[in-house]
């Protein structure tokens, strides 16, 4: 689900919507009878016993000590203490700001630099060629790439045997098994599954820039980097905002690619809060830690999110 | 828009490269999948002998027979409902605008961000108390819930754009709120509603945690979390784990094939709007 958040309405689609704002209510006799919100209960009824009830738990839970079977201590904010003191804790908090340069900034700028030089994929066969090929990592389960990137990984795999096939086999290794390359290989993988979604994003974006601008910049004699830094980005700043919401989420809420690549090892090198939580809550039983984690890990995502969404959809200048 | 010759030819390299990269993990599996069972493969090497037949013994040792009904199934129970009840409720709060319905609307918006790992546990315990641990209904159930956030925010997002003049037109045709929304907007909203649909459908189908945290049994889970328990059970033979996986991921890639022009404008849309 992750893998689609991202703004509210952009500020392209409120131009093209609602021709005037205000207007007499279209049914007044269903805001009179109420009639209207028996199409929201539903909807609302779902959300409410299946994600507001646990939520309001989750932070019910992060106030106790609690071994999912006997009887609950109250502790106060002893286990946010705990996140915040233990020294595993915050180490497992920064691998998931460490992944974020990967699953990230990484395929944000490498999909910039694709984006500026292609402007638009042909619309023609290769382009539909291009764009389903890119959009494969998106589509198969997170599991599938954790799985074929061990294999590629793995001592005996494509990385290494390139590496060698170069000359320098000195370098190889299990990287995801070597305390040292573990996260960053990990960080790899998330990488690879981000990188096509951000390049057609901003590739599709780049191709609603109007080309004069361009010939604008070339005229007061502007260098590729020049025009890069006036037209392209901030031209493309929603399309930027979007991927890095996206891909920031991938990053802090990240599981499957851990879960099934590295289980969080060597050591904690790969653990990511999503796994912590998982491990506390049904693997050691502590679950007032656990959904005390699960609560900073929620605040983090915010954090890092909502001042990209007012950067991102500020007026342009 | 003129780029000069050489611009376009480095950027044809740097997406063919991309392309190459994209598709190399791929194909790496599948040089695995088709070595002699027992052996230990490398990288990338085409087999003397390509065995076909593994794949064979991987639907066996997956069970995928098993695998698919159960996607199938959670599927089925999940996605008509989400987008049904998604529907009528961005139906009534961008059509409608019910008395409210900003309040509402904002609580929905808070879920949006959510990462399912801050309520997968108190869930655990909502299931084992509802007795559906270990049953289809652990997964479907809390999956509506989650995706209602996105999900309204979608199809409200649709029905704002619709002009109430419509609705008036109809009003005064003297239909009922009912007909008006199932004769006169479902239709109109059908581009929203199919690539809801399929958002929907390719996270059900890949939806990891849950299956995990609250289905024990493979055959009960969805591909994404049959496929982590393959693993579990089959890790050491990466011959026959490479020819697994590639199969589990097999009914995916066909329908994304088959829909792949919808999938990509969805996967967009859901991108930028969401």
Avoid at chain 1, 6 to 33: K, L
Avoid at chain 1, 269 to 277: A, D, K, N
Avoid at chain 2, 162 to 175: F, H, M
Wanted: hydrophobic share 55%; net charge positive.
């Amino acid at each position: 689900m992750t893998s689609a958040l991202g703004s509210a309405p952009t500020g392209r689609d409120d131009r093209r919507a609602r021709p005037t704002p205000t207007r007499a209510h279209p049914f007044p006799w269903a805001r009179a009878a109420g009639t209207g919100w028996l199409y929201v209960l539903p909807a609302l009824v779902m959300y409410a016993v299946f994600v507001l009830r646990p939520l309001v738990l989750t932070l019910q839970y992060s106030l106790y000590d609690w071994n999912g079977i006997g009887v609950a201590r109250w502790v106060g904010l002893d286990n946010y203490l705990t996140v915040f003191t233990d020294s595993d804790l915050l180490k497992i908090i920064g691998n998931a700001m460490v992944l974020i340069v990967f699953f990230s900034f990484i395929p944000v700028a490498l999909g910039l630099l694709v984006a500026s030089m292609v402007r638009r994929i042909t619309t023609g066969a290769f382009g539909t060629v291009v764009r389903t090929i890119l959009f494969l990592p998106q589509v198969i389960p997170l599991v599938a790439a954790g799985i074929a990137w061990s294999w590629l990984l793995s001592s005996n795999g494509l990385v290494n045997q390139a590496l060698r096939a170069v000359g320098l086999g000195g370098v190889a290794r299990a990287w995801l098994g070597d305390f040292d390359t573990a996260l960053p290989a990990v960080g790899v993988i998330g990488a690879w599954v981000l990188l096509g979604l951000c390049t057609i994003l901003l590739v599709t974006g780049m191709s609603k820039i109007d080309p004069a601008l361009y010939e604008a910049a070339r005229l007061d004699g502007a260098g590729p980097v020049r025009e890069f830094l006036a037209v392209t980005l901030p031209s493309l700043r929603q399309e930027i905002g979007v991927c890095l919401t996206v891909t920031i989420i991938a990053a802090l809420a990240s599981f499957d690619i851990v879960y099934i690549s590295t289980s969080g090892g060597p050591g904690l090198q790969t653990t990511v809060p999503g796994l912590e939580i998982y491990r506390l809550a049904f693997s050691q039983r502590q679950v007032g830690l656990a959904s005390a984690l699960a609560v900073v890990l929620m605040l983090l995502v915010l954090a890092c999110v909502l001042p990209i969404q007012r950067l991102s959809r500020g007026e342009k200048p | 828009m003129n780029l000069s010759r050489r611009e376009q030819l480095t950027g044809r390299v740097f997406l063919i490269a991309l392309i190459v990269v994209t598709l190399l993990p791929f194909v790496s599996m599948l040089s695995a999948a088709l070595q002699p069972r027992g052996t230990v493969p490398s990288g990338l090497e085409w087999p003397s002998d390509p065995q076909w037949g593994n794949f064979a013994d991987a639907f066996t040792a997956a069970n995928m027979g098993a695998l698919l009904r159960s996607s199938l199934l959670i599927v089925a129970g999940v996605v008509p409902v989400s987008v049904l009840i998604a529907t009528m409720a961005g139906f009534g709060l961008g059509q409608l605008r019910v008395p409210g319905g900003r309040i509402v609307f904002g609580l929905f918006l808070l879920g949006l961000t959510l990462p399912f790992e801050a309520v997968v546990t108190p869930l655990y315990y909502q299931m084992q108390d509802l007795g559906l641990l270990n049953t289809r209904w652990a997964i479907i159930l809390p999956l509506i819930g989650l995706y209602m956030p996105f999900a309204v925010f979608w199809m409200r997002a649709h029905f704002t754009n619709v002009p109430v003049e419509l609705s008036e037109a109809a009003r005064v045709d003297g239909s009922s709120t009912w007909q008006l929304f199932w004769r006169v907007q479902v239709p109109l909203a059908r581009p929203a509603i199919a690539s809801l649909t399929i958002l929907m459908f390719l996270w059900t189908w890949n939806q990891f945690l849950l299956a995990i945290v609250l289905v024990d049994d493979a055959t009960k889970r969805t591909m994404a979390g049959a496929l982590g328990a393959f693993q579990g059970q089959w890790g050491t033979d990466l011959v026959l784990l490479c020819a697994g996986s590639l199969l589990i991921l097999t009914p995916t890639l066909i329908v994304f094939l088959i829909f792949q022009r919808q999938f990509i404008k969805a996967l967009i849309q859901g991108s930028v709007k969401g």
